[in-house]
């Protein structure tokens, strides 16, 4: 009787129309050189459904604070129409900015405190800097998609509740670039495709950005502190 419980469970969800959903899971690895370490945790990945729009997560409210001359987190992931707040716990002062398309933004210069916030309208990756400090930098992710997650330290992912379709799997690591994988949920709630992804760093380099004005930075000055 025990053993019917399951299967009578599964008939009244098919019944009821309910679609299976499933959790999507592997692990991340890196091809590095020497000296280069990636930081795995910063890893995101997510599903872009193939064919049809993915659903959206409701937007929500992020803080990205500069402190200690770098901003924390490095890397933040948001749906699509989230506002993220630019609080300073620095005693000096900041500018955060970004020309990435469609999600330019310009806080001007701010002191200690809440500071300023902006919402992100458009999905896409944005790449914030600050104009004061050039090597304070940072990544937002604006997601279209709700199923993202970041890597553990191990690498290993997971994202969840994802319904039957086909899907292109993408893992992003600053340093790792970009890769994807197709994978496919069957309507029976299996998991089909290469789940586990590599990416390789070994290319990346440090390229010095321009500030707000597109120019390049100014030697430091005792004034910046
Ligand atoms: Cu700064």
């Known amino acids: 009787m025990k053993r019917l419980v399951p299967l009578v469970a599964c008939m ?7 679609a299976f959903s499933a959790t999507v899971s592997g692990k991340v690895s890196f ?3 020497r000296g280069q370490h990636p930081v795995v945790t910063e890893t995101l990945l997510w599903l872009e459904p193939t064919g049809g729009k993915a659903p959206q997560r409701a937007p929500m409210t992020y803080q990205m ?3 200690g001359k770098a901003v924390v987190p490095h890397v933040l992931a948001i749906p699509v129409g989230s506002t993220v707040e630019f609080p300073n716990d620095d005693p000096i002062s900041h500018n955060l ?10 806080l001007g210069l701010y002191r200690r405190g809440a500071g300023k916030a902006h919402t992100f309208e458009s999905p896409g990756i944005v790449n914030v800097y600050c104009n004061v400090h050039p090597n304070m930098s940072a990544v937002i992710h604006v997601m279209a998609t709700p199923y993202f997650s970041f890597a553990d330290a191990a690498g290993n992912y997971a994202i ?3 319904p039957a379709g086909r899907y292109r799997l993408v893992a992003w690591n600053e ?3 970009q890769t994807e994988s197709p994978i496919e949920v069957t309507s029976r709630g299996a998991v089909n495709g290469d789940l586990a992804l590599m990416l390789d760093s070994r290319n990346f380099r440090l390229t010095q950005h321009m500030n707000k004005l597109g120019k390049p930075y100014q ?3 005792v004034k910046d502190y």
């Open 65 to 67: 604070t500069t402190r």
């Open 31 to 33: 091809a590095t050189k």
């Open 160 to 162: 969840g509740e994802v």
């Open 175 to 177: 340093q790792g670039g």
């Open 97 to 106: 900015f970004s020309l990435s398309s469609n999600n330019s933004f310009d």
């Open 12 to 18: 009244l969800a098919l019944a009821a129309g309910e």
């Open 219 to 221: 030697p430091p000055s």
